[in-house]
């Protein structure tokens, strides 16, 4: 081997002898990871009057997600602020995780506290009911441990069993406790603490049967039962002679934000010989792909962006070809569709973010 050969080879040796050292992922923040659970659940920020943070103003990410939070007393009120850019603990994961879900603190004895949030004196007693490790002493997390612990949880509460019982004809008509009339033969139920409107799939343990129902009412306040299905629901899934089963809850989140999610109504029809396949959704998840065709050939005119911006598409359509569309931004969209006539029709398109992150 010559000289200059030796000293390559001795250079490529030396390069692999080298450690590899990675980019350490950065920590995340506190308003990064408490919109990121948040949106996990599947509800809507509602407006409200809350008076917000000093230190979270309106124009900040996460504003709605972090006031509502508060007004709900999932954050700690009695804090005139919330230190958004500060790292996030797994202590303060955790806490805001099992708020969330509205699972209940658990006192000294392992009976249930009634109607009542954990605080951060409780969390280690709730990790340890439910098997979860986590780090308590860390000062901060990563967004991949993060999404680590949601998971764990989820798992874990999916997994618990619960005592279920029916209510029936002595509450049929009556109101429940969020002013709806009780119908006995309605998909419904009550739960303690989950937010009314959340849809949640309960699952009979014995036979494996299934109902999804709606929260609309608080209840049942029998020491040791965890939900008291509407006559209907738990007719669905066992016999009423059981009067009461054992089931597992699957959270689905609001009902009017998982619909949006799972709506399958479609605008397929410009005029009465042009037909759409499969249409534009009224709902569509932000991060699909929207796909046109037709046996008729058509063009798409005009599409109006949730700004307000146009784009003059003018884009003819024919048998074979299709019109794809990936929104990047949720909001409303609205579409110029038009035939070889001359005719336009106008059709509105709702794009929402169903991935909870």
């Avoid at 009634?114 to 780090?135: M, N, R, T, W």
């Avoid at 009412?217 to 009423?240: K, N």
């Avoid at 597992?248 to 999610?261: I, S």
């Avoid at 605008?267 to 499969?278: A, E, G, S, T, Y």
Wanted: hydrophobic share 35%; net charge neutral.
């Amino acid at each position: 081997m010559n000289k200059r050969n030796l000293y390559v080879t001795s250079f490529f040796l030396l390069l692999l002898s080298v450690p590899v050292v990675h980019a350490q992922e950065s920590a995340v923040s506190r308003r990064d990871a408490f919109v990121q659970i948040w949106r996990s659940t599947s509800r809507p920020a509602e407006k409200t009057n809350e008076k917000p943070y000093a230190d979270v103003p309106k124009s900040d990410a996460g504003y709605a997600e972090i006031t509502y939070a508060k007004a709900r007393g999932l954050l700690d009120d009695t804090q005139e602020k919330f230190y958004p850019d500060s790292k996030a603990t797994p202590s303060d994961a955790l806490r805001w995780i099992f708020r969330t879900r509205s699972v209940e603190p658990l006192d000294v004895d392992g009976d249930r506290i009634l109607s009542k949030l954990p605080d951060a004196a409780q969390v280690p007693a709730l990790a340890e009911h439910y098997g979860i490790s986590y780090d308590a002493e860390a000062e901060s997390m990563t967004r991949e441990q993060l999404l680590s612990l949601m998971q764990l949880v989820d798992s874990k509460l999916a997994a618990e069993e619960h005592e279920v019982s029916l209510y029936s004809e002595k509450f049929h008509g009556k109101g429940t406790a969020f002013g709806e009339g009780f119908d006995m033969w309605a998909m419904t139920a009550a739960h303690r603490t989950f937010p009314g409107n959340t849809l949640v799939k309960v699952t009979n343990v014995a036979n494996g049967k299934t109902v999804t129902v709606r929260i609309n009412d608080r209840g049942p306040y029998v020491q040791g039962r965890d939900m008291d299905l509407s006559l209907g629901a738990f007719t669905t899934i066992a016999e009423r002679s059981k009067g009461k089963i054992m089931a597992t809850f699957e959270r689905l989140g609001d009902v009017n934000q998982v619909l949006r999610c799972n709506d399958d109504r479609h605008q397929r029809r410009i005029v009465k010989d042009v037909i759409l396949n499969p249409g534009i959704p009224h709902s569509f998840a932000l991060g699909g792909k929207l796909q046109l065709s037709s046996t008729s050939s058509f063009v798409v005119r005009d599409i109006i962006y949730p700004d307000g911006t146009h784009t003059g598409v003018q884009t003819w359509v024919t048998d074979g070809e299709t019109f794809d569309l990936e929104p990047s931004v949720t909001g409303l969209y609205r579409f110029m569709m038009g035939t070889k006539s001359g005719r336009i029709r106008e059709m509105r398109m709702d794009v929402v973010d169903c991935t909870g992150k």
